[in-house]
């Protein structure tokens, strides 16, 4: 037997969406078999966290929808990339000044 630790939700969700560059909600439900509340909380903690940044897309003929991209370098993301980051930041910093958790 050996002693490997499973990974959290948010680890297989930050690892997925590292590896399929613009992945839905559906689609990383669909992936790996996880329910949607359960990946919308992920999701939720990982853009706190700025590990990820959501972008809105809306395709011909469909309904607006948000891709979820992986956080690399400031410098090697787009300009309105950039923005979304240092907002996801700078909300984590206030929420460490206030006290209200964040990351350490």
């Known amino acids: 037997m050996t002693n490997t630790k499973r990974m959290t939700t948010k ?9 399929f560059d613009g992945p839905t ?21 990982l853009r706190e966290e700025g590990v990820i940044i959501a ?10 929808s948000q891709r979820y991209y992986p ?11 950039t923005v979304i980051t240092r907002m996801a930041l700078f909300d984590r910093y206030i929420l460490q000044t206030r006290g209200k958790g964040g990351i350490s």
């Open 11 to 19: 680890q297989r969700i930050s690892r997925y969406v590292k590896k």
């Open 25 to 45: 909600v559906s689609d990383i439900c669909r992936s790996l078999s996880l329910s949607k509340s359960a990946v919308g909380d992920a999701v939720k903690q």
């Open 55 to 64: 972008k809105a897309t809306c395709e011909p003929g469909m309904h607006v």
């Open 71 to 81: 956080v690399t370098t400031v410098e090697s993301l787009d300009p309105e990339r």
